[in-house]
Every structure is written in structure tokens, then in C-alpha cells.
């Protein structure tokens, strides 16, 4: 256990319907990330948080997907008008201070839209 | 772009051997490089990390190289074990990449007893 936690760590739903996932990061990592693992790929980066500022968003992170981290503590992602191409793993991630240090991930939470 | 490849996609050893997975990156400007191993379905744990000063870093049976003017990392793991079943991911910092860490596509790696 790493400190990280997902909620939750899995979800079936359907096409078209929205989903939220949460991450709690190890309490006083300022940096916060997500990424997208699809099967038999490394992850992909979806989005970072320093405190509560979003600092860079990937070009995967359609205008359905959206993140936040009020008051810089937990985090949220929400996909809106999910899509089969949705279905993945989305892990999050928390590191303290400045880059290039260790960055901790969560155990994942796995989204399947059928 | 920096980009990360990790070579052999997959590789299987009989219990006991000695064996060394790839990775290279193409912009040698890092902070820092980290293996991670993923067990199928969970999520990721940190191995070892090393700073771009450092040439190497080791943790019990596993040792880490970094080699940045070439861009190449390796992993070797001694005497391995059917527990050391699992998929290992390299994934680099560097200075042009704002923080995040850019992953390779992993090594799926079998020990057979």
C-alpha cells in the first residue's frame, strides 16, 4: 500500500452514461497526476494538479473528460458520455515538491463502458 | 518528444536465471528514471529510482543502470523467482516534460519453477 488510494477500483457501466473516480493522495504530496493504461500498454499521462492549479492537460483529455482538486487534496475525474473506447484502467499518482522526485501510484481504478 | 522503448515486449527464464531488460529514451534531459513493476490488474510499485546524476541504484536482487548520454537504462534481476512474475515498466522525468513521468510500454516478464 502506497499511500494512494482510488475509489472505486472498479466500474461497469454503460454507454453514455458519466462516471467520477476519486483519488486520495498521500497527505502531503503537493503534486497530483492521472493517467490512462489500456492492456499491454504503459500508461499514459492524462492531466497533473500542483496544489489545486491543473498545470497541463494531454491532448487525450477530450472536452468529456474533466479533473479537479478543490482546496489541493483529493482528486476527481469525471467522464461524461462515456464511450466504449473509455474502457481502461485510470491510475493516479502523487509526488512531493518539485520534479524528479518519487512519484507514488494508487492501485487504479478500472472502467468498463459496455 | 521524448520518447521510451522497452525491449523484449515479453521475455520468459527458468527460475534461477540471471536476466537484464531495456529500456531507452531519446531526449537525455532527465531528472530522474524509475522501474516500476504491475502485477495483472493492480496498480504500480516503485523499484528503484535514479537520479540523473547517478550511474546506478540497487535493491536487494535488483540493480539499475543509467546510462543518460546514451539513453539507456537496465534492469537486471539475479536469481529470479517465480514471484518476480510480473510486468516492469521504465518511465523517465525529464526537464522539458513538466514533471510527469513518460512511460515505456513495459516487459512482461515470466519466471517458470
Known amino acids: 500500500d502506497t499511500g494512494v488510494s482510488q475509489d472505486p477500483r472498479h466500474k461497469i457501466t454503460k454507454r453514455g452514461q458519466n462516471v467520477t473516480f476519486r483519488c486520495d493522495p498521500i497527505?502531503?504530496?503537493?503534486?497530483l497526476y492521472w493517467y490512462r493504461q489500456t492492456l499491454g500498454q504503459g500508461p499514459e499521462f492524462l492531466t497533473y494538479?500542483?496544489?489545486?492549479?491543473?498545470?497541463?492537460k494531454s491532448r487525450l483529455l477530450s472536452d468529456r473528460f474533466s479533473a479537479e482538486r478543490p482546496k489541493g487534496s483529493f482528486s476527481t475525474l469525471e467522464i461524461q458520455r462515456t464511450e466504449q473506447g473509455d474502457s481502461a484502467m485510470y491510475l493516479c499518482?502523487?509526488?512531493?515538491?518539485?520534479?524528479?522526485?518519487?512519484?507514488?501510484f494508487g492501485e487504479g481504478s478500472w472502467l468498463t463502458v459496455v | 518528444k521524448q520518447e521510451v522503448t522497452q525491449i523484449p515486449a515479453a521475455l520468459s527464464v527458468p527460475e534461477g536465471e540471471n536476466l537484464v531488460l531495456n529500456c531507452s529514451f531519446t531526449d537525455s534531459a532527465i531528472y530522474n528514471l524509475q522501474w516500476f513493476r504491475q502485477d495483472p490488474g493492480k496498480g504500480l510499485t516503485s523499484l528503484l529510482l535514479?537520479?540523473?546524476?547517478?550511474r546506478e541504484q540497487t535493491s536487494g536482487r535488483l540493480n539499475a543502470s543509467l546510462d543518460k548520454s546514451s539513453g539507456r537504462s537496465t534492469l537486471y534481476i539475479a536469481a529470479s523467482q517465480p514471484g518476480d512474475s510480473a510486468t516492469y515498466l521504465c518511465?523517465?522525468?525529464?526537464?522539458?516534460?513538466?514533471?510527469?513521468?513518460?512511460f515505456g510500454q513495459g516487459t512482461e516478464l515470466s519466471v517458470k519453477p
Open positions: 518511465a523517465v522525468i525529464g526537464y522539458n516534460q513538466g514533471g510527469k513521468l513518460i
Open positions: 494538479f500542483q496544489n489545486e492549479a491543473q498545470l497541463e
Open positions: 497527505s502531503e504530496h503537493n503534486r
Open positions: 535514479i537520479q540523473s546524476s547517478q
Open positions: 499518482a502523487s509526488s512531493l515538491g518539485v520534479a524528479g522526485n518519487t512519484i507514488y
